[in-house]
């Protein structure tokens, strides 16, 4: 936001297309930013992009929509940061499936304190695979964490310790199931090895070694050079995000959810990590059902816990330029 122009007098392209860059610093499964904006002169439109998908992990495209809503709710709350209030629109035109959303309908409205914080958070956001400290989290952390999914239209499930022992089970089996998977492996060199892309996952947010936890993380087929230290999962919490439906509409809705638990963890000093490869198995993802008695749809997978504060935070993963993602060709001659 310029410091010379208050936000209330800018025009509304400005806003649009600062919301949409500050979307830029949304999750996505292995960093892919799976999104595309395009800024008109009065609304804002998220299109995926099919050719960051992953096309042996996620055929039927469940992370690709989650990452592209997450990057939906972190352009909502930029937007409310700057005083403006949005129509969504999801999934809008039928015959144009990529496609995935449209803020329309935009009224001026007071900055919102709570947004401008959770801007500042999408700053600092991570993920850190190592272990987490003996802290447990605050049960009153957890019920904000869970509140701020349920207010996106997604639930999260907290596990207790019987399902954790389901769950790293099922996860064990999971990799197993992708290491035996060319394409797969041959998918996770590829983002692994995507040195001044803009995307991916370089070698400084990897574990060096695979970290001794109850829930096995993702085997990345190669180490990184993030030193691990000691410490396990003992304090940590393992959630399920999921929903009533699996369909398109539901998946961007849970990666809303995400983004907003996410941001609302970060706020409470939570560490958050995804675990999506026992989601990306027909079969294990089956197990996750059973976990929720059959009453929903498993999402993904995250532990939740308090991060060593003996180690330092591990970098942030690279970002695409702005020009890649933001289309601003449509307002290029307005005033700016």
């Known amino acids: 936001m310029s410091h010379e122009t208050p936000a209330t007098d800018r025009p509304l392209t400005t806003a649009l297309a600062e919301a949409a860059a500050t979307a830029g610093y949304a999750p996505s499964v292995h960093n892919t930013q799976p999104w595309r904006w395009r800024v008109l002169p009065d609304a804002l439109e998220l299109r995926v992009v099919r050719d960051r998908q992953l096309t042996a992990a996620d055929p039927e495209g469940r992370l690709l929509a989650l990452s592209c809503g997450a990057a939906l709710h972190h352009a909502r709350v930029a937007l409310a940061a700057e005083g403006w209030t949005a129509v969504v629109e999801r999934l809008p035109d039928p015959a144009h499936p990529e496609l995935l959303a449209r803020l329309t309908g935009l009224t001026r409205a007071g900055a919102a304190p709570d947004a401008m914080r959770l801007v500042q958070c999408m700053q600092v956001r991570h993920t850190d695979r190592r272990p987490v400290s003996d802290e447990q989290v605050p049960a009153d952390a957890i ?69 001794q936890t109850t829930v096995p993380g993702r085997d990345f087929g190669r180490t990184g050079s993030l030193p691990v230290g000691p410490g396990h999962d003992k304090a940590a919490g393992y959630a399920l995000l999921f929903g009533d439906e699996d369909e398109p509409q539901s998946w961007l809705r849970a990666g809303e959810a995400l983004s907003a638990l996410w941001l609302t963890a970060t706020r409470r000093g939570v560490s958050v990590v995804p675990l999506s490869g026992v989601v990306e198995v027909p079969g294990t993802r089956q197990t996750l059902r059973q976990l929720l008695s059959g009453l929903g749809f498993p999402y993904l997978v995250l532990r939740l816990g308090i991060a060593d504060p003996a180690q330092a935070g591990p970098p942030r993963t690279p970002r695409l330029p702005t020009e890649q993602v933001v289309d601003t060709s449509a307002v290029r001659d307005q005033p700016a």
């Open 143 to 211: 019920g904000e964490i869970t509140r701020a999914a349920s207010a996106e239209g997604a639930q999260l499930q907290i596990l207790d310790s019987d399902q954790v022992m389901e769950l790293a089970a099922a996860a064990s089996h999971a990799g197993v199931v992708e290491a035996e998977d060319p394409q797969t492996r041959d998918e996770l060199q590829y983002w692994t090895n995507r040195a001044g892309s803009g995307t991916g996952l370089p070698p400084e947010v990897l574990p060096q070694d695979q970290p």
